[in-house]
Structure formats: structure tokens, C-alpha cells
């Protein structure tokens, strides 16, 4: 089957062109390869950006494997670089950074968050953003969770919006009663305990729709899809890409991991299936995304692991995969039966010799 032919340059080289880009989501399906495509990503900005900062927002972090160097929730130097750094961060809420109040009021914040769905991950997510804010990076790359916990990502600056507008109802229903409480939870006074709750909450509140407004931006931001030419991966890109398009959020970067060229099968019959059933998924990704950029990365016969592999493995992501034409086994096979062939008739010819010599003997 003819490959059909991309209208946009088949690489990530636009975002590198991109200067004035700051935020860069990679995300997709569990299980395609979104880390070593963000790290990927990460190292080619590194060659051309002052600075780079990647962060993992998956709980189940895989940077530190990556790279085969431990990462913690403060940014480190990697290694073999001299301008790009790594952090690893839990989205899910952690009380001493809440407890910046006094202890008090802060676990008084942290009980009173929790009975809110989902506005403590949005809090922590902002405080988390907040500090990213106060430090000099160029780019900040992240290495997303699976879609599901990537989409609830997104959502946080409006979860967070709607929480603090119960908490500031809930000022006017029960302020006698938070008052009262003040003393027991040792804030110095009722109203100075809710001055400074719900000032705590209008920081982070600042902090996230600023950055909400940045990630809106398509100067500022924008977001890779990563994904297999697989039905479930596609279903999920495409559903992936609908609520970004919900959430404004720019989008036109499509990398296709483990893509097996047909150049490279050879003769195996597993393969050529493969072959086949990957060619009909990719011709659906050119037809839902003619006007992206789709990049497809071979499938390898070895993991992508440490700084060099990853520097290496980069290169896709800027230059199409060329691959090397393999030859037929049966070609190998033709010479074999060619060999055994002669060497049949040798055989046969000197056992016609042998038996002439015992007739001449007798």
C-alpha cells in the first residue's frame, strides 16, 4: 500500500522555532511512550534554549528512570547537561505545603479543602505552579499522566474557582461560627482566621488564572499528543484532542511511536500483520489530522534509557526516520537451497564414483 505523504513537515522542528512558546504538555494513552517523547522533546530545547525545565505530573513517575538519575519535587540539574533540569511532583496534596499558615489554620485549610471534590489536587497543582513561576526557565516541558488525570489537570482553575466561591459563601453563612472556632485552632481571632484562609485560597486562586491565561495562549503554550497506531490509542487522541479544543488550549503536534516500517520487516509474517494492521491506523490519523504536524517514531529493538540513548532517540523527533531496506529471508532462503543443491549433486556424484570403484574391484 502507497504511504500517503504529509502536507506539514513530519517533525517537532516548529516547536523548536517556536521562541516564544514557555509551556509544552506532552500527553497521551498509558503505555505509548509519552515519557521518552517529552524527554526527547526536552533535550532538543535544551540545544536551543537559554534554559528547560521538565516536570512529571504522573504519580507514577518515570523521569528518574528515563535518565537513570534520581529526581525529587526540586528542580536538578541532569546529568550531562548544563541548561536543562528535572523535577518530579505529585499532584495529589501534600499538608506541609498547605500548612504555610500556622498549624492551626493550616490544617484547618486542609480539612476544609478536602471536603471539596477534587479542590485540594487544584490546590496543590497551583502551589506547585506558583512556585514554578518564581523560577527563571525559558521552557517548561511536562510529562503529563495518562488523559484521564491529564484532563482533570486542565480543569483545575475552574475547580478551583468554584471551591473558593463555596468557601466564600460559606464566610457569610457560618461566620459567627468560624468566630468562635477561631481560638481552638490557635489563628489568633475568627476573623483573622478567615482573612487568612481565604486569603491563602485568592493567592492560589491569582496564581492559577494567570497561568490558566498563558495556557490558552497559542504563543505561550501548546500541547504534543503522543500515541501508537492502535484503535484504543487512537480513540483516545481523538478524544484528547475534542477537550483541548474545549479548553482552548493549542494543539498541532502529533507523534506516532512505535511505528514499524514495512522496509524493515523482512519476511517475518508477525510483522507484515503488524505492517498491515498499523497502516490502516495511521492512514485514519492522516485523514482526522491532515493539518497537524504527525511525526512517527520506529519502534526499537531496545528501550530508550539514559542521557545518551535519549539524545540519540531526539533525533526523530527533528529528522523523519529513514528506514534501511532489509533483505527478503527468502532471498537467503533461495541461496540456501542453491547450496544444498550442489552440494547434493557432489554427494551424489562421488557415491556414483565409490560404487563404480567397488564394481571395478570385484
Known amino acids: 500500500m502507497a504511504e500517503q505523504q504529509p ?64 529526581f525529587t519535587k526540586t528542580p536538578s540539574l541532569v546529568s550531562g547537561f548544563s541548561n ?39 490546590m496543590s497543582f497551583a502551589e506547585v505552579m506558583r512556585q514554578v513561576q518564581t523560577m527563571d526557565y525559558s521552557c517548561i516541558v511536562f510529562d503529563t499522566a495518562p488523559t484521564g488525570h491529564t484532563l482533570r489537570l486542565l480543569q483545575f482553575p475552574t475547580t478551583l474557582q468554584k471551591g473558593l466561591s463555596k468557601l466564600m459563601s460559606l464566610k457569610g453563612m457560618f461566620g459567627g461560627m468560624l468566630t468562635q472556632l477561631g481560638s481552638p485552632f490557635g489563628a489568633g481571632g475568627g476573623e483573622n482566621m478567615q482573612d487568612q484562609l481565604l486569603g491563602k485560597l485568592e493567592q492560589l486562586k491569582e496564581v492559577i488564572e494567570e497561568v490558566n491565561t498563558q495556557f490558552k495562549d497559542p504563543e505561550l503554550t501548546t500541547f504534543v499528543c503522543v500515541c501508537i497506531p492502535e484503535f484504543l490509542s487512537l480513540y483516545e487522541t481523538e478524544r484528547l484532542v475534542q477537550e483541548l479544543v474545549r479548553f482552548e488550549i493549542d494543539t498541532n503536534n502529533i507523534v506516532i511511536n512505535q511505528v514499524i516500517f514495512p522496509q524493515e520487516v523482512g519476511s517475518s509474517r508477525l510483522l507484515r500483520a503488524r505492517v498491515k494492521m498499523q497502516e490502516k491506523y495511521l492512514k485514519q490519523y492522516y485523514e482526522l489530522y491532515e493539518d497537524f504536524h504527525i511525526v512517527k517514531l520506529p519502534l526499537l529493538e531496545e528501550e530508550v534509557r539514559g542521557t545518551e540513548a535519549l539524545q540519540e532517540f531526539s533525533n526523530y523527533l527533528m529528522q523523519p526516520h529513514l528506514p534501511e531496506e532489509r533483505p527478503e529471508f527468502s532471498d537467503q532462503v533461495t541461496q540456501l537451497q542453491d547450496q544444498v543443491m550442489q552440494l547434493t549433486q557432489k554427494c551424489q556424484h562421488l557415491q556414483q564414483q565409490l560404487d563404480q570403484g567397488n564394481i571395478n574391484e570385484s
Open 7 to 70: 502536507e506539514t513537515d513530519p517533525t517537532l522542528i516548529n516547536i523548536l522555532e517556536h521562541t516564544k512558546l514557555k509551556w509544552i504538555f506532552v500527553g497521551g494513552k498509558g503505555g505509548v511512550g509519552k515519557t521518552t517523547t517529552s524527554c526527547s522533546l526536552a533535550v532538543q530545547l535544551a540545544a536551543v534554549r537559554r534554559n528547560v525545565l521538565i516536570i512529571s505530573t504522573d504519580p507514577a513517575h518515570n523521569l528518574s528512570d528515563a535518565f537513570n538519575q534520581k
Open 84 to 122: 536543562l533540569f528535572a523535577m518530579e511532583v505529585d499532584p495529589t496534596p501534600d499538608d506541609k505545603d498547605l500548612e504555610s499558615l500556622d498549624e492551626g489554620a493550616g490544617s484547618f485549610l486542609s480539612e476544609l479543602a478536602g471536603s471539596i471534590p477534587g479542590i485540594d489536587e487544584a
